[in-house]
């Protein structure tokens, strides 16, 4: 086996590791909290949960390399589900709840994005504590 097969191979292994699990806690969080057209159902809080894992990745030193791979694609982009935010979304509008529809839209997004900016701003923190904490 040649090593651009090898390296393929090993990088999806990181992506399956971190997937399963990633599949797993989503399917818990809709199974628990439910799946319909509100927004605080577990289709919302996988994603909100999963971008703010994501934030905390990009704020570690380095490119990430198997760490993101496993954690980033494999995790994350298992737990978070565009298409299944946009069939909430969908079966709002479809129901005749426009207003509701807007809220899943905007928790969606702008949940998304300042739990992304939260995650990072927790881990520069904890980043920096660490480094105080090795001086």
């Known amino acids: 086996m040649n090593g651009g097969l090898r390296r393929e191979l090993r990088d999806l292994a990181l992506v399956a590791l971190g997937a399963v699990p990633g599949a797993l806690l989503r399917w818990r969080l809709s199974d628990s909290l439910g ?18 894992v994501l934030g905390l990745l990009l704020a570690q030193p380095g490119p990430g390399g198997r760490r993101m791979l496993a954690l980033g694609i494999g ?30 839209l905007v928790i969606g997004l702008a949940g998304g994005v300042a739990m992304v900016a939260l995650g ?3 881990g520069t923190a904890l980043r920096r504590r660490q480094r105080r904490r090795d001086r």
């Open 120 to 122: 990072h701003r927790i």
């Open 75 to 104: 995790f994350c982009g298992s737990l978070t589900t565009f298409s299944s935010w946009m069939l909430q979304l969908a079966d709002t509008l479809q129901a005749g709840r426009p207003l509701a529809g807007l809220w899943v």
């Open 35 to 52: 799946s319909t057209a509100a927004a605080a159902d577990g289709i919302t809080v996988a994603n909100l949960l999963g971008s703010l």
